[in-house]
């Protein structure tokens, strides 16, 4: 069973760069047809799509924050990472990971997500 | 900036049957929007319902169907549960792999 995992720090200050990895275990993101993205929701909010890559390269971004996001893939230790820079209190939220097949866009595995609040 | 929208808020009665809907402000959704569906509850990560607008994942109880309606994605509950009180959000695809969520309808089993 396919799992992800998130980690980094829960607290930001702001103007800084969030800098966040997600693990996946018992599958491997070299495996083709599959992207690797994230996704958060600040509190009490709802969902929002941030960005999406694959092993080859591909890339999409959400057009409203895809000049401070950096999304990246590690298939060495399995991990793919997101940083997302300048950040302000309104990028407080709980960040997800997740995976999506590439040719029927099914979005089926998340990580349990990790809140990461920004304040100085 | 692509805007994607669901009803708020739908109450049903147990056993009973509930559609929510999902519509694009690029126009009618079609297949080609890859439509997917979620239940998330409180303090839970988001749950996988439907894919490909009408597919199943393994877990997906069989009382859960997509479907298209009316020029929008739709994902009805038939001989609804206690335990599907959750909120709801659908997910479309434009250009690629490039994902819009709709902002959830939270539905209450009343």
């Known amino acids: 069973q396919l799992q992800l995992q998130e980690s980094g720090p829960g607290l930001v200050k702001p103007s800084e760069t969030l800098s966040l990895t997600c693990t996946v275990s018992g599958g491997s993101i070299s495996n083709s047809g599959y992207y690797w993205g994230w996704i958060r929701q600040p509190p009490g909010k709802g969902l929002e799509w941030i960005a999406t890559?694959?092993?080859?390269?591909?890339?999409y971004y959400n057009p409203s924050l895809k000049s401070r996001v950096i999304i990246s893939l590690d298939t060495s230790k399995n991990q793919f990472s997101l940083e997302l820079s300048s950040v302000t209190a309104a990028d407080t939220a709980v960040y997800y990971c997740a995976r999506h097949f590439s040719s029927t866009r099914s979005l089926d595995f998340w990580g349990q997500g990790t809140l990461v609040t920004v304040s100085s | 900036q692509t805007v994607v929208t669901q009803e708020p808020s739908l109450t049903v009665s147990p056993g009973g049957t509930v559609t929510l809907t999902c519509a694009s402000s690029t126009g009618a959704v079609t297949s080609g929007y890859y439509p997917n569906w979620f239940q998330q509850k409180p303090g839970q990560a988001p749950r996988a319902l439907i894919y490909?607008?009408?597919y199943k994942h393994s877990w997906t109880p069989a009382r859960f169907s997509g479907s298209l309606l009316g020029g929008k994605a739709a994902l009805t509950l038939s001989g609804v549960q206690p335990e599907d009180e959750a909120e709801y959000y659908c997910?479309?695809?434009?250009?690629?792999?490039?994902?819009?969520f709709g902002g959830g309808t939270k539905l209450t089993v009343l």
């Open positions: 490909s607008t009408t």
């Open positions: 997910l479309l695809y434009y250009g690629g792999a490039q994902g819009v």
């Open positions: 890559m694959s092993n080859s390269g591909s890339t």
